[in-house]
């Protein structure tokens, strides 16, 4: 089981070295390819106007590793080619580059040219590294899904399910996170909670003990949930905390980042092939983690550079 953030790249160099896209890079999106190429993880591929990618290639660090350039002219194709060769196995993994999230999204989201499988959700998947004991915990989602019905949410802790796979936590332990830990019908995260953790109980999402709905505080401290009468081996030990929606998760991955000064990572997930965003709460120097955990979550024998 993968712990802290400094084994994450270290396990990804095992599997071989994958093909990574950008559609209309950025100038800051360099550093961070040379250093994920010089690192034994990825082989850049560009993709945007010639002239423009020569540019921001020429003297920078990336200039003297591996890479690939595809030139696309016309501005408004470069996403769906970009797109089209992850889907014909051309390259591994999407990363953002120039393009804005919500473009990304919808591209990701198309039923025809896109990445998501049928039926699936798309969702993002935070990674934070606890301050006090090597763990890594998972927060979901911290930035996609608005308000999600009890039907999405079951998707959504599945994507976060086989996050947690790919770090080896193997029975992980997941907190379904409301108000208050008890079923109040006018409360509806609570009832979506219950719902889950009923599911949970019958193995429905495999070896995860699912527990819900719990506050803040109990899903942190068996002493507090034993105060609440709650006992459960999720409380003061979770791998997983499913957020209610999109205002409690963004604000929590936020808060644990600029308040608890804790690092963080994530990577979309839900999508047939990894895909990497450029959140502005995740530290540049956690931009290579992301990238290592997307090569993690590659299929066994892609492109392979």
Do not use: C
């Given at each position: 089981m993968l712990n802290s953030f400094k084994q994450i790249p270290a396990a990804a160099k095992q599997d071989g070295v994958k093909k990574l896209i950008v559609p209309c890079p950025c100038a800051t999106d360099i550093p961070l390819l040379a250093e994920a190429a010089a690192a034994g993880l990825v082989i850049p591929i560009l993709?945007?106007?010639?002239?423009?990618?020569?540019?921001?290639?020429?003297?920078?660090?990336?200039?003297?590793?591996?890479?690939?350039?595809?030139?696309?002219?016309?501005?408004?194709?470069?996403?769906?080619?970009?797109?089209?060769?992850?889907?014909?196995?051309?390259?591994?993994?999407?990363?953002?580059?120039?393009?804005?999230?919500?473009?990304?999204?919808?591209?990701?989201?198309?039923?025809?040219?896109?990445?998501?499988?049928?039926?699936?959700?798309?969702?993002?998947?935070?990674?934070?590294?606890?301050?006090?004991?090597?763990?890594?915990?998972?927060?979901?989602?911290?930035?996609?899904?608005?308000?999600?019905?009890?039907?999405?949410?079951?998707?959504?802790?599945?994507?976060?399910?086989?996050?947690?796979?790919?770090?080896?936590?193997?029975?992980?332990?997941?907190?379904?996170?409301?108000?208050i830990e008890q079923v109040n019908p006018g409360i509806p995260s609570t009832l979506d909670a219950a719902i889950l953790s009923k599911m949970g109980e019958r193995r429905q999402f495999g070896k995860a003990i699912v527990e819900g709905p719990l506050d803040i505080d109990c899903a942190l401290s068996q002493i507090a949930a034993g105060r609440k009468g709650l006992q459960s081996a999720v409380t003061g030990n979770v791998d997983i905390y499913l957020v209610p929606e999109i205002d409690t998760g963004h604000l929590l991955a936020e808060a644990l980042v600029f308040f608890g000064k804790m690092q963080t990572a994530g990577m979309v997930m839900g999508t047939s092939r990894p895909v990497i965003l450029n959140l502005p709460f995740v530290a540049a120097e956690n931009r290579i983690v992301e990238i290592a955990l997307a090569c993690l979550a590659c299929p066994k024998g892609g492109t392979n550079g």
């Open positions: 993709v945007g106007a010639g002239d423009s990618l020569e540019v921001l290639v020429n003297g920078s660090p990336l200039a003297a590793e591996k890479y690939e350039l595809v030139e696309e002219n016309d501005p408004q194709q470069v996403l769906g080619r970009a797109i089209a060769m992850v889907r014909s196995g051309e390259a591994d993994i999407l990363m953002q580059g120039g393009a804005a999230p919500h473009e990304l999204l919808d591209a990701l989201r198309d039923k025809e040219q896109g990445l998501l499988p049928k039926g699936g959700i798309v969702s993002f998947v935070s990674v934070f590294s606890l301050l006090k004991r090597e763990k890594l915990i998972l927060v979901t989602d911290t930035f996609i899904n608005n308000n999600p019905t009890v039907v999405e949410k079951q998707k959504i802790l599945e994507n976060a399910l086989q996050l947690g796979r790919i770090l080896g936590i193997e029975a992980p332990k997941v907190a379904v996170l409301a108000a």
